[in-house]
């Protein structure tokens, strides 16, 4: 792409470590080396945050000049406030449903304070990508609801469109992606 169009090449980083870390230790091993030596031949890395340009270029040898900022963004285009609270109180997750935007843990601290009885009316809305590998977690999240009684109070919306999105921020009280 360089040669036959004369531009720089940026790579973007973006939760690459997670994902390789997972591999077992021969191939993570490989997989790191081969993006290392990847990334090396790039102009620049772009990154979502300092923290993770930080990161991934210690994990990389990526030298502090060959990173670029970026950070993730969504358009406002057609979002607006609510004029009035929502009539029942809702706390609300929208990222892909899967462990590692810890929607577990949200679902636990839910529990937690449902358990203290200080908000009985307090709703969990569960928003976001679902691929068919998720849904064997998103029932485990499902199924600690039932078991502690509080299913009916929780409600689930995969694969939602933008105007889904949209509509569905603009109803909770509380926004939270762990």
Not at 67 to 77: E, F, K, M, V
Not at 118 to 134: C, K, S
Request: glycine share 6%.
């Amino acid at each position: 792409v360089r040669r036959e169009l004369d531009v720089p090449v940026y790579g973007f980083l973006q939760g690459e470590d997670v994902f390789l870390d997972s591999l077992l230790d021969d191939y993570r091993d490989q997989a790191w080396e081969l993006l290392s030596a990847d990334v090396a031949r790039l102009d620049a890395c772009i990154a979502p945050s300092q923290y993770f340009a930080d990161h991934m270029g210690k994990r990389l040898d990526v030298p502090r000049e060959k990173l670029r900022l970026h950070p993730n963004g969504i358009t406002l285009d057609g979002y607006s406030t609510a004029d009035e609270p929502p009539v029942k109180p809702a706390l609300g997750f929208l990222a892909r449903l899967c462990p590692l935007k810890g929607l577990d843990l949200l679902v636990d601290a839910y529990l937690e304070v449902m358990k203290r009885g200080n908000h009985p009316e307090l709703e969990l809305r569960i928003a976001g990508g679902m691929t068919a590998e998720d849904e064997s977690y998103v029932d485990e999240q499902k199924e600690k609801l039932r078991s502690a009684g509080f299913l009916d109070q929780a409600s689930f919306h995969p694969n939602v469109d933008r105007d889904g999105k949209l509509a569905f921020l603009h109803d909770l009280t509380v926004f939270c992606v762990p």
